[in-house]
């Protein structure tokens, strides 16, 4: 299926692995013209090369931390417009004790998954309104929607992320600008990767072992955790020309793992 984006300037923000890479891969693919960022050169530039090699596609990679505004004004001044969006953020470390994050720690988790994402959205999607066709979606995760302790550093800044995409959103759909949010669950990132060796260690697993116990004790009805390339296509449609009708929606990816119908 021609998902019609061909031709399309798209940036990815916090893209050299995980989800992000793999958005970028289903863009490429789709012959959008992608710019791929992140703070780590190395792995950057290897990103890159590998997602133009598979795709055949165009790929610039820009070394930029768009959680701050030096690194946001690298951004713009390497890729001055886009067509298309897709915000990635590292996942902080998880929280065993509420009472041991300090202030320091709430900066950096609103800095990276609020203040960051929504500077380049509004920075981007002006444009996007003036051309009057632009796709924006935000990468945040479950804890967005249902609430953990481990994930205090990652849910509340994300949940005031998905508040201000929704709301924005039907601000700009009016200029067929669409802006989402994706809620993942359990996928198979380098973070997740180390649990699960970690698990197989501890209990004398394979890897195929150590991923059905893990979705066992996580209760994720589909018996295994989530692929990022299958996750990077539910980002690439959402990023399609068909998808203008889908606004300010935050979608759960997690294997049937949360319980709720909306």
């Known amino acids: 299926m021609d998902l019609g984006i061909s031709g399309r300037v798209a940036l990815v923000a916090g893209g050299s692995a995980g989800m992000g890479k793999a958005a970028a891969m289903a863009l490429a693919g ?11 050169e190395a792995r950057l ?35 001055p417009r886009a067509d298309i969006l897709v ?6 470390a998880a929280v065993e004790d509420f009472r041991a994050i300090g202030e320091a720690d709430w900066l950096g988790s609103v800095a990276s998954g609020l203040v960051g994402p929504v500077e380049l959205i509004r920075h981007y999607s002006e444009g996007m309104a003036e051309r009057r066709w632009g796709r924006i979606v935000s990468i945040a995760t479950v804890a967005a929607k249902y609430p953990s302790e481990m994930r205090l550093l990652s849910g509340p800044a994300r949940s005031a992320l998905v508040n201000y995409c929704a709301a924005v959103g039907r601000r700009l759909a009016r200029d067929n600008v669409a802006i989402n949010c994706l809620l993942p669950g359990m996928v198979a990132t380098d973070g997740l990767e180390r649990t699960l060796s970690a698990l197989a260690g501890k209990n004398g697993l394979d890897r195929a072992g150590a991923e059905a116990l893990f979705a066992k004790q996580m209760r994720i009805p589909a018996r295994r955790v ?37």
Request: hydrophobic share 55%; proline share 3%; aromatic share 4%.
């Open 45 to 79: 530039v290897a990103a890159a090369a590998e997602i133009a090699a598979a795709t055949g596609g165009s790929v610039t990679p820009v070394v930029a931390d768009h959680a701050t505004a030096a690194g946001r004004a690298a951004l713009a001044a390497a890729c």
């Open 226 to 262: 989530g692929e990022a390339d299958e996750v990077g296509k539910v980002i690439a449609m959402l990023c399609s020309d068909f998808a203008g009708y889908v606004v300010g929606q935050s979608l759960v990816v997690d294997g049937g793992m949360t319980t709720s119908l909306f």
């Open 87 to 92: 915000i990635s953020v590292s996942p902080p």
């Open 30 to 40: 789709e012959g959008a013209a992608v710019f791929l960022s992140a703070r780590g």
